[in-house]
């Protein structure tokens, strides 16, 4: 079966991106039966709660493992990890590893939005992985192949949409509602699930979006190509089955979806780490600017005092609020 789950970051921020990750793993199960209990299934190596001896890696919602006293290291180890071990990040040989290795794998169609945006870009200074050594990563990641391989489990896809802030205000814009714009790109991921995993057992795990507790008349709006079948719709658990042909497939939406479903957990972390790599690339531009600025995670009330920190500068610079603040 295929258990794939879909979370975000940066929903509330006045500054940053908005990003929406979503994690795939195949595994033994009828997808129609319950979930397996992943952090049960690979217990050696990954575990809900912080190891003090580092033998394990920390997966749960990123509120769980980052904290801003902290910094990203215990974020960054188990999204790298899981990257390495799957084979989807390979470190350049020749030169060292940067930030924008990771989003070219994880985020790949990232990169022309990123160059109309100077705070995005790397400074010349930059080192990576951010908190972690990346010989230890990849020495940890080998043994969590291991066990990957010993439970039939495996990581088949792990990506982050990304919307900076003028794409975003775009979105929001139009739509005249940020839930509306969140869901479009959850909707993107569904859609890739569902043309590439429907027919081998697919059940997507959603954390709720914004204020929602209803998702029928989305569903079957945005995939009227499939049968919608209501299951339950509760305000904190509601279930669909897609079905077409022969392919059913289940969509849950709940609330603390991270405690119930790893790759749920996994995608929030990957959101997470994205938003918190590229706002350290922000920090680093702006204090370059003006020296005396202190760093932001872009939330209010705090997002407005560093906006009234930076303001000379962006005055100087002609930076229009449409292309470095959110209109929602």
Same mark, same amino acid.
């Given at each position: 079966?295929?258990?794939?789950?879909?979370?975000?970051?940066?929903?509330?921020?006045?500054?940053?991106?908005?990003?929406?990750?979503?994690?795939?793993?195949? &595994?033994?199960?009828?997808?129609?039966?319950?979930?397996?209990?992943?952090?049960?299934?690979?217990?050696?190596?990954? *575990?809900?709660?912080?190891?003090?001896?580092?033998?394990?890696?920390?997966?749960?919602?990123?509120?769980?493992?980052? *904290?801003?006293?902290?910094?990203?290291?215990?974020?960054?180890?188990?999204?790298?990890?899981? +990257?390495?071990?799957?084979?989807?990040?390979?470190?350049?040989?020749?030169?060292?590893?940067?930030?924008?290795? +990771?989003?070219?794998?994880?985020?790949?169609?990232?990169?022309?939005?990123?160059?109309?945006?100077?705070?995005?870009?790397?400074?010349?200074?930059?080192?990576?992985?951010?908190?972690?050594?990346?010989?230890?990563?990849?020495?940890?990641?080998?043994?969590?192949?291991?066990?990957? &391989?010993?439970?039939?489990?495996?990581?088949?896809?792990?990506?982050?949409?990304?919307?900076?802030?003028?794409?975003?205000?775009?979105?929001?814009?139009?739509?005249?509602?940020?839930?509306?714009?969140?869901?479009?790109?959850?909707?993107?991921?569904?859609?890739?699930?569902?043309?590439?995993?429907?027919?081998?057992?697919?059940?997507?795990?959603?954390?709720?979006?914004?204020?929602?507790?209803?998702?029928?008349?989305?569903?079957?709006?945005?995939?009227?190509?499939?049968?919608?079948?209501?299951?339950?719709?509760?305000?904190?658990?509601?279930?669909?089955?897609?079905?077409?042909?022969?392919?059913?497939?289940?969509?849950?939406?709940?609330?603390?979806?991270?405690?119930?479903?790893?790759?749920?957990?996994?995608?929030?972390?990957?959101?997470?780490?994205?938003?918190?790599?590229?706002?350290?690339?922000?920090?680093?531009?702006?204090?370059?600017?003006?020296? &005396?600025?202190?760093?932001?995670?872009?939330?209010?009330?705090?997002?407005?005092?560093?906006?009234?920190?930076?303001?000379?500068?962006?005055?100087?610079?002609?930076?229009?609020?449409?292309?470095?603040?959110?209109?929602?």
């Amino acid at each position: 079966m295929i258990l794939a789950g879909i979370d975000e970051a940066g929903y509330g921020p006045l500054l940053g991106p908005l990003t929406i990750a979503c994690c795939a793993l195949r &595994t033994p199960g009828d997808h129609m039966a319950d979930l397996p209990d992943l952090w049960k299934r690979l217990s050696r190596h990954v *575990s809900a709660k912080r190891s003090s001896t580092g033998r394990k890696l920390h997966v749960n919602d990123s509120k769980a493992v980052y *904290s801003p006293s902290a910094g990203v290291k215990e974020l960054e180890r188990s999204v790298l990890c899981v +990257l390495l071990a799957s084979g989807f990040f390979q470190p350049p040989a020749g030169r060292p590893t940067t930030l924008d290795d +990771l989003l070219a794998v994880a985020a790949p169609n990232l990169a022309a939005d990123l160059a109309c945006c100077p705070w995005y870009l790397p400074q010349p200074d930059e080192s990576y992985p951010l908190q972690n050594d990346l010989l230890s990563l990849q020495l940890f990641s080998k043994s969590l192949t291991l066990e990957l &391989t010993a439970t039939d489990t495996n990581c088949i896809h792990y990506h982050c949409h990304v919307l900076l802030e003028e794409p975003l205000n775009r979105m929001m814009d139009a739509t005249r509602n940020k839930s509306s714009a969140s869901f479009s790109y959850v909707a993107r991921h569904i859609d890739h699930l569902l043309r590439n995993y429907a027919a081998q057992g697919l059940v997507i795990f959603c954390d709720r979006q914004g204020g929602r507790s209803h998702y029928g008349s989305l569903l079957r709006m945005m995939f009227d190509d499939w049968s919608l079948a209501v299951l339950k719709e509760d305000p904190d658990f509601c279930e669909y089955h897609l079905s077409r042909a022969d392919k059913t497939v289940r969509i849950i939406f709940a609330e603390k979806a991270e405690a119930q479903a790893m790759p749920v957990a996994l995608a929030s972390m990957l959101a997470k780490y994205v938003r918190e790599g590229l706002m350290h690339r922000y920090n680093l531009y702006w204090r370059a600017l003006v020296p &005396t600025v202190e760093p932001t995670a872009g939330y209010w009330p705090d997002g407005t005092r560093f906006l009234q920190d930076i303001a000379s500068k962006r005055q100087e610079l002609n930076i229009p609020d449409a292309r470095l603040v959110r209109s929602r």
